[in-house]
């Protein structure tokens, strides 16, 4: 039976072997007479085939070309999230604690790390930024503080009143050493609840809510590091938690000497940021220590922007792409008269000074447009009148001026009297700008018989100069803000040694000034504000204790567009950072239908 089943199953491999066979060479047959032979007709109908692909390739193209051509009536092209941006800036790092940061690079990471209460937008107005909303009383000493909801510091710990109360009593301690304690003097802080928090102050001041813009610090971290350590601590360098737009990541050191050593601070995105998540992914700031490298680095495309140098880059009227912002800043150029020196007490000197500084032929000197300034108060301040300025340039009413305060001229053309030259020193930085403007100043006051010197100094030296008063006139820009609250700049007491800040330049003394600004920044409303200010604008424009020249501008340049920065005038150069979670670097088409 054995022997039966293997025969069968002999004979069936044998039958399927003998069809496979078969229908091979069939097939072989097939494709013999129906492709392999029929090759050759190919030739003869190549043009009619080479004819239909090309139709079907011009068809291609032109649903490629129309697609992408009518893709603007249903595209639009939009700033996208992502990409990296490097700022550079002259300078170095030292500090990224808010309390601490002074310098160009410590205050610009402060800011994009950190966030305070208030801020300024890209229009200039103070605006809520950590705080939901302030209030004031009627008397304009006592404001309250209402938080956001759901604000987180960058290591995932809400954020709360007591971590506002900690930083502005932390600043309020001298041992800590901050450079914001001026300000804070006999300020009581307290939280009335986890969102709320109360500023009480001695006496009523309608500017205080500008001082609420500097970075808050987490009080969890710091509170059991010694208020003497603080300065030096860790946190400041190494690892500083926020709760800004953009978390610490790292600083990277490069350079074996002093010369060209360079920082960079790199930040990545805080995607748990209490307003929309910043577009950019990435932001990386370098520290230069020179304009020229800075520059260099722009030139060559190492940096996306840099920021606050002197004169633009070669870059700039090479490159389609690279952009120019000169912001005006709320700030002031003048020449502080000092009213305590030997001849510049005499009002008239002063006036006759003021009415012989060609104000027109200075800014015309500049290589860039600037904003005319013209007297203690910036346009659009609140009481500014522009009927309550500075005098005008007039030449013949300085030189009578002059004569009727007995400064007879000289065979050489200067002036004297009681056998005393009409001398005046003056004092300035040492760059390109003030150099020129300092020149300019000299040669129109020598046209009426003053014999100027012209001092200039590196900014380390001239701020010793400026802390000690050791001037005859003064050369030199100030921050001036928002508010028309010039009290440090004007009032007699900061003329003081003895003043925390010694601020007023010109030594400025009147009481009628004394009286008007004290009384202008005690004033909540705007319309009694205006007219506190009135008589300190007539005293200083009679007394011209000082000469206003211009608005200061902030330069920034960037090798491309960014999407989203529109400033339009700054108070200090780290608040065009106002929306910084709104730049974008690059862009995606995005369907609009």
Not at 11 to 32: D, H, M, N, P, W
């Given at each position: ?147 956001r909801e759901n604000i987180l510091w960058h290591d995932g710990t809400p954020l ?434």
């Amino acid at each position: 039976m054995v022997r039966s089943a293997k025969f069968r199953f002999s004979r069936l491999f044998k039958r399927r072997k003998a069809q496979v066979e078969t229908l091979g060479e069939s097939a072989e047959k097939g494709i013999e007479r129906h492709f392999f032979a029929r090759l050759s007709h190919i030739i003869g109908i190549r043009r009619f085939m080479f004819s239909w692909i090309l139709l079907l390739l011009l068809l291609a193209g032109g649903v490629v070309i129309q697609t992408r051509g009518l893709s603007r009536f249903y595209q639009s092209l939009q700033p996208g999230v992502g990409g990296i941006f490097t700022e550079g800036i002259v300078g170095s790092f030292s500090n990224a604690n808010p309390i601490y940061a002074t310098s160009a690079v410590d205050a610009s990471v402060a800011r994009l790390v950190f966030s305070g209460l208030m801020k300024y937008d890209n229009q200039n107005r103070l605006v809520p930024d950590l705080a939901e909303k302030l209030d004031a009383n009627p008397e304009g000493n006592q404001y309250t503080v209402r938080l956001r909801e759901n604000i987180l510091w960058h290591d995932g710990t809400p954020l709360t009143a007591a971590d506002v109360v900690f930083t502005y009593q932390t600043i309020q301690k001298p041992d800590a050493r901050s450079p914001l304690l001026p300000n804070w003097r006999k300020v009581e802080i307290s939280a009335k609840d986890s969102r709320t928090i109360i500023f009480t102050l001695p006496h009523g001041l309608a500017s205080f809510p500008h001082s609420l813009t500097n970075g808050i610090v987490p009080k969890h971290v710091l509170e059991n590091i010694p208020v003497s350590d603080l300065r030096a601590a860790q946190f400041n360098t190494v690892n500083p938690i926020g709760s800004g737009p953009f978390k610490w990541e790292g600083v990277q050191v490069s350079g074996g000497d002093p010369e060209s050593r360079e920082e960079q601070i790199g930040m990545t995105v805080n995607n748990n940021y209490y307003k929309d998540s910043p577009k950019i992914e990435r932001f990386v700031i370098r520290a230069f220590r020179s304009e020229q490298r800075l520059a260099e680095a722009f030139d060559k495309g190492e940096v996306s922007a840099a920021a606050g140098l002197e004169t633009a880059p070669e870059r700039l009227e090479k490159s389609n792409t690279a952009r120019e912002y000169s912001i005006p800043l709320t700030g002031q150029v003048m020449i502080f008269l000092k009213n305590s020196d030997e001849i510049l007490r005499d009002e008239k000197v002063r006036s006759a000074l003021t009415q012989a500084t060609n104000q027109d032929e200075l800014i015309q000197a500049l290589d860039y447009p600037v904003l005319y300034s013209r007297g203690p108060l910036l346009n659009g301040h609140v009481g500014y009148d522009k009927d309550l300025v500075q005098q005008k340039y007039n030449f013949e009413a300085a030189m009578q001026q002059l004569d009727n305060a007995g400064w007879k001229v000289g065979v050489d053309g200067i002036r004297s009297k009681k056998n005393q030259q009409l001398t005046v020193e003056l004092f300035t930085q040492a760059d390109t700008q003030y150099s020129q403007l300092a020149q300019t100043i000299k040669a129109q006051w020598q046209k009426i018989g003053v014999l100027v010197t012209v001092t200039e100094e590196q900014d380390t030296k001239l701020q010793s100069t400026i802390a000690a008063h050791s001037y005859d006139a003064l050369l030199y820009g100030i921050t001036v803000g928002p508010d028309p609250d010039v009290y440090a700049y004007w009032h007699s007491s900061q003329a003081d040694p003895r003043s925390a800040s010694r601020l007023n330049l010109a030594e400025y003394k009147s009481k009628t000034a004394d009286a008007a600004l004290e009384a202008g920044r005690s004033r909540v409303a705007s319309s009694l504000r205006k007219t506190k200010y009135q008589p300190f604008l007539k005293a200083w424009r009679k007394d011209a204790p000082a000469i206003a020249l211009y608005q200061p501008r902030f330069l920034y340049v960037t090798n491309n567009r960014i999407f989203g920065f529109e400033p339009t005038t700054l108070n200090s150069s780290t608040d065009r950072y106002a929306n910084v979670e709104n730049w974008a670097v690059r862009q995606d088409r995005v369907n609009i239908y």
